[in-house]
């Protein structure tokens, strides 16, 4: 097992390339832990928006989604993401928000990603039999503003499991169906092959899959 210390003062610091909405909705959250538990790693966190931009950053490990078509990379899956639509209270109190047909009477958040594609058409097929369509529509560029505007009470987004789970813990947003989707992709951690067992990126890969991998 690596050890809580690392040497070489020269090299600790670990620079993550990561996705906006998970580093803010995920990881930040979860990050005082490993920071207490290896305070020799010094860590630096670069956001980014699309996959076809991160990899062209200096990075030692990339937390991104999705199917990986970097050659060089070792990839390490998250669990796999379940979707499924959340709002907030208030919004749900003063709708008419009672069965996914009633959706097509609601303002829709939709997300506008290169990386991470709309599941909303895949839910609508999978929640109902009847052909949904959205009336009025907010679109945004990213997952992380459309989880905002709902917890503002803008309207009804499709959230993922991963990044909303603590706004439901906190009664920030809720589920007014009991129906999720199960996707076959989801966030994953990459390295390039030759920085796969340095210490540091060991270290916080373990740690990391530990909270979010798919027996966490």
Do not use: M
């Amino acid at each position: 097992r690596a050890s809580n210390r690392v040497s070489n003062k020269g090299t600790n610091t670990l620079h993550i390339n990561c996705l906006t909405a998970f580093a803010v909705q995920c990881l930040l959250p979860a990050l005082p832990e490993f920071c207490a538990a290896y305070p020799d790693i010094d860590i630096r966190i670069t956001p980014v928006n699309a996959a076809e931009k991160a990899v062209h950053y200096d990075f030692d490990i990339g937390i991104w989604y999705g199917i990986n078509t970097t050659p060089g990379l070792d990839v390490f899956e998250f669990a796999n993401d379940v979707v499924f639509p959340v709002c907030s209270p208030n919004y749900w109190n003063g709708s008419t928000l009672k069965k996914p047909d009633n959706l097509s009477e609601q303002t829709i958040l939709r997300s506008l990603s290169p990386l991470i594609e709309d599941d909303w058409p895949s839910w609508l097929q999978h929640a109902s039999p009847s052909k949904i369509s959205f009336k009025k529509e907010i679109f945004f560029d990213g997952l992380l503003l459309s989880v905002q505007a709902a917890i503002h009470g803008l309207g009804v987004c499709l959230g993922r499991a991963q990044l909303v789970q603590k706004e439901l813990d906190a009664g920030r947003l809720i589920e007014p169906f009991n129906v999720r989707l199960h996707l076959e992709t989801g966030y994953h951690i990459a390295c390039q092959k030759e920085k796969t067992e340095i210490t540091k990126i060991k270290i916080f890969r373990e740690w990391i899959l530990s909270k979010f991998g798919p027996s966490s």
